[in-house]
């Protein structure tokens, strides 16, 4: 079973940087679409940004000129690079691939087990 597996979060303050990233636990043979999605608490879900196997973006309002997203192929790796990181970033975040091809077969929607990024003010 493949799963992905997300790195990068933690605290920091306003105005500072941090880096996630996600990977599958096994080696696949490809992902179509990954992408980045935040729950902050008492809020729904939403989309962050997300990459085309193509390199195709697409990014919420809230986030754009800030964060940005990006993927190595060849690693199947997916980042987002967020900068100027505002307290209403503050959320899990969750990585999600919405079709994975690997030996034995494709899988859809797999999601990350997210995590935590905090930024103080």
């Known amino acids: 079973q493949v799963q992905l597996v997300e790195s990068g979060g933690g605290l920091v303050q306003a105005g500072g940087s941090l880096r996630l990233s996600c990977a599958p636990s096994?080696?696949?043979?490809?992902?179509?679409?990954m992408g980045w999605y935040r729950q902050a608490p008492g809020k729904q879900r939403e989309l962050v940004a997300a990459v085309t196997s193509g390199g195709s973006t697409n990014y919420a309002d809230s986030v754009k000129g800030r964060f940005t997203i990006s993927r190595d192929n060849a690693k199947n790796t997916v980042y987002l690079q967020m900068n100027s990181l505002k307290p209403e970033d503050t959320a899990v975040y969750y990585c999600?691939?919405?079709?994975?091809?690997?030996?034995?077969?494709?899988?859809?929607?797999?999601w990350g087990q997210g995590t935590q990024v905090t930024v103080s003010s």
């Open positions: 096994r080696s696949v043979f490809s992902i179509n679409v």
């Open positions: 999600n691939a919405d079709r994975i091809r690997y030996y034995g077969g494709t899988g859809y929607d797999y």
